[in-house]
DNA sequence: AACTCCTCCAACCGCAATTCG
DNA sequence: CCGAATTGCGGTTGGAGGAGT
């Protein structure tokens, strides 16, 4: 039975992440580091589970996250990472410093998405838009069909170059994509707290 | 000025992959 | 080597804030 994944108890708080929690949570990494999340929200005297913990630390309170708005750089690296990598957004996060998996898919789905797709490409494929799309009744896809206007529709020229094959998504394990944008400093796993 | 609709982001959920005993 | 526990990933959702009418 039971696969309780985390929150087995039902005294756990969900939702918006209050300052103290997150202060505390700030305040036990540094302490402490990173790890054991399992074992890390009772330690930090958080009502979370440990992968609420892990998500807000990642995504939101790492010291080392540049946030703030996209630049074309970025944007445009996104966009052949995806090409290659598919939906891998964790690896795509690996070669923009300072930008996380969960900040990157947000950023692909509101908006290169609908770029793409203004420019009548396909998002999935990377290959133009043929009449015999389905119109699917996702949310995303109606958004993006009604908005068919980008905002700024700058791009570094990146046309349909390579894929000439037929499947789309490759077999890429280990390539050594020359892809990523160099680092202001330091280097993510690497990356030492700042410790108090 | 009030209301409605739309957009975006933070966080959750379930599953997959990996690690540990 | 196997099963259990834990971590990590990707898809999806809910709600706050903003824009438009």
Redesign the pocket.
Known sequence: M??S???EKAHT?????TREEDQRLVAYIKAHG???????PKAAGLM?????C???W???LRPDLK?GNFTEEEDDLIINLHQIL????????GRLPGRT???I???W???IK?KLLARGIDPQTHRPLSAAVAPSC???D??AA??SCSPETSCAGHSSDDDSGGTSVPRLANIDLNLSISQPSQHPSTRSLPER
């Open positions: 039971g696969r994944p985390c929150c708080n969900k939702g918006a992440w990173e790890g054991c999340w399992r074992s890390l979370r589970c440990g992968k609420s892990r998500l807000r990642i995504n939101y946030r598919g939906n891998k957004w964790s690896q795509i996060a998996d969960n900040e898919k947000n950023y789905n509101t908006h609908r996702n949310r995303q109606k958004m009604r908005s």
